[in-house]
């Protein structure tokens, strides 16, 4: 039986977990998957183009082919849904915008790094290890050009590793060159913005350059909930930088990388978008397309972003050899208030929002679209994190990941391809905004401690503030209960111990992908 969300959307989220038939059957599957690339036409590259699109809080009920009572109409979205693969179980490593980003690209997770809570700013520095595997890197040495436009938000030159704290590091200095940063962890080319769209310094970047310095200062704008014109911090700018211009600048130049593709050449561009994340700003064209306001509005135009790419790679003939992949770095900020509102529900029915621990927070809309590999119109109900994104694509341009890389990703290749249903992952861990963890294995997810754990109030209740005989932590079964509603911590602590002894393992060990059977 598969669980219904409130909006009438499905959310499958049963599945058994079996680690020694799962270690046979990828193993059987690892076989065959070689021959999935030996009979193409010898006249076409032998590895895919791959883009990768990031939404940015884009919500699991904001599509459409997710959510069939939205109020946002998203054609191409739901057009890329009906030519590839749906995922119902995906989930961004972490609700809010760095750690995921982080762990995305590197296939670790964010609170292995310095970063054990929050997000990093637009002075913040750079939070990738030098020499760190990235699939911008791993794809670069399997001879790709690799291309990154959009929202970086990782942090930019070299972090000082005797700060005491995040706090306290030094602000980077746009003056200067910016790196490390993205031209340094394997992109040839970047063109973006520092961090999201709301935080200062408000300035574009070209590879390891500020293209103008932001020498102006903002006042900033108060949030549309407010009636303000869109939120953003008071903080320097550059003279030329308008906010409402960045999504129709970072698509246009996102086409054009594409454009420029002439000679057969695999590329990879990576193009994490800074919409519909605060500011709410879609431009005229797109007022008034949505019945959810600005914010739904703003959807409207990101799925036209979408739609962009898809055309230029039809225009380009490069759509039958590329493998276009579409996901959100978190939840949507969408609070109870705005669903009342509008009677949009962005996060599809799920317990939570943006931040949260619950899975509002961190169950996103994925696609994948491969023609010919990736059956159209298909339905993928396995449990998938994007930190699964550098194994799966380093399986597919068959290169093998070094033990000391992507230490919790799992390549979920047989399941793209259709070749197994049984379980990949063994257990997939989420992270809130303010540090919370949570396990899942199977049906069962269990939460260490109370409260959503980021936006969503109360954010955490301290042990020493709850009641005599009250769970110290939650645990959900998803099968039965998909918005989180029967918290079951004390009927069923022989899944508390279990759970909470495989998420000490992972920390402890510093990976969850059983590295030694991968190599």
């Known amino acids: 039986m598969q669980p219904t969300a409130r909006s009438g959307g499905p959310h499958p989220c049963y599945l058994l977990h079996r680690i020694a038939t799962l270690t046979l059957t990828v193993s059987v599957v690892a076989l065959s998957i070689s021959t999935v690339f030996a009979g193409d036409d010898p006249e076409k590259p032998s590895v895919p183009n791959i883009v990768l699109i990031l939404a940015d809080d884009l919500g699991y009920g904001d599509p459409g082919c997710y959510n069939p009572a939205s109020k946002i109409p998203t054609p191409h979205i739901d057009r890329l849904a009906s030519q590839g693969m749906r995922f119902t179980d995906a989930h961004s490593p972490s609700s809010v915008c760095t750690p995921t980003r982080y762990a995305l690209l ?63 590091q030094p602000p980077v200095d746009y003056a200067q060159p910016l790196r490390p940063g993205p031209v340094t962890v394997g992109f040839d080319y970047f063109f973006g913005i520092p961090a999201s769209l709301d935080m200062e310094p408000y300035v574009y970047v070209l590879n390891d350059r500020a293209v103008e310095q932001p020498t102006e200062t903002t006042e900033g704008s108060k949030h549309r909930r407010q009636d303000g014109g869109g939120f953003w911090r008071k903080g320097p700018i550059a003279p030329e930088f308008q906010h409402i211009d960045v999504l129709p600048t970072i698509t246009e130049k996102a086409v054009k990388f594409i454009d420029r593709q002439q000679d057969g050449h695999p590329f990879f561009l990576y193009f994490p978008l800074s919409a519909p994340h605060t500011p709410w700003m879609p431009t005229d064209e797109f007022r008034g397309r949505s019945g959810a306001g600005y914010y739904g509005d703003f959807v409207v135009q990101v799925d036209w972003t979408v739609g962009q ?8 003939g490069l759509a039958e050899n590329t493998l276009l992949v579409l996901t959100s770095d978190n939840g949507a900020h969408w609070p109870d208030g705005d669903i009342a509102k509008w009677g949009h529900d962005a996060n599809g029915g799920l317990r939570g929002q ?87 294995q199977g049906d069962w997810k269990l939460i260490e401690g109370c409260g959503s754990g980021g936006f969503t109030h109360p954010a955490r209740i301290p042990a020493n503030k709850l009641k005599a005989g009250e769970p110290q932590g939650q645990l959900y079964n998803l099968a039965d209960d998909p918005t989180e509603q029967k918290n079951l911590y004390l009927e069923r602590p022989e899944v508390v111990a279990r759970l909470h002894a495989l998420l000490e393992k992972y920390r402890e060990q510093g990976h969850s992908r059983p590295i030694a059977a991968s190599q």
């Not at 990154?148 to 990782?154: C, E, F, Q, R």
């Not at 790419?309 to 380009?316: F, P």
């Not at 023609?371 to 699964?388: I, L, R």
């Open 106 to 168: 590197t296939g670790r997770y964010s609170w292995r790094s310095r970063l054990k809570s929050g997000v990093l700013w637009g002075f913040s520095r750079a939070l990738i290890e030098p020499e760190r595997t990235t699939i911008a890197s791993l794809l670069k040495d399997a001879g790709y050009r690799t291309g990154a436009v959009g929202k970086w938000h990782l942090g930019l030159q070299s972090p000082d590793p005797d700060a005491a704290n995040e706090k306290a």
């Open 309 to 316: 790419v898809m055309k230029v790679l039809e225009r380009k």
């Open 354 to 440: 943006k931040a949260d621990i619950w899975e509002g927070g961190h169950r996103v809309p994925f696609f994948v679209r491969w023609p010919n590999k990736v059956a159209p119109g298909s339905v993928c109900e396995q449990t998938t994190c994007q930190t699964d994104l550098l194994a799966t694509v380093a399986a597919i341009v068959g290169k093998q990941l070094p033990s000391n890389a992507a230490e919790d990703s799992y390549n979920m290749l047989p399941a793209w391809l259709g070749k197994t249903k049984e379980p990949i992952r063994e257990a997939t861990v989420h992270h809130s905004c303010n540090g919370m963890f949570a396990i899942r």
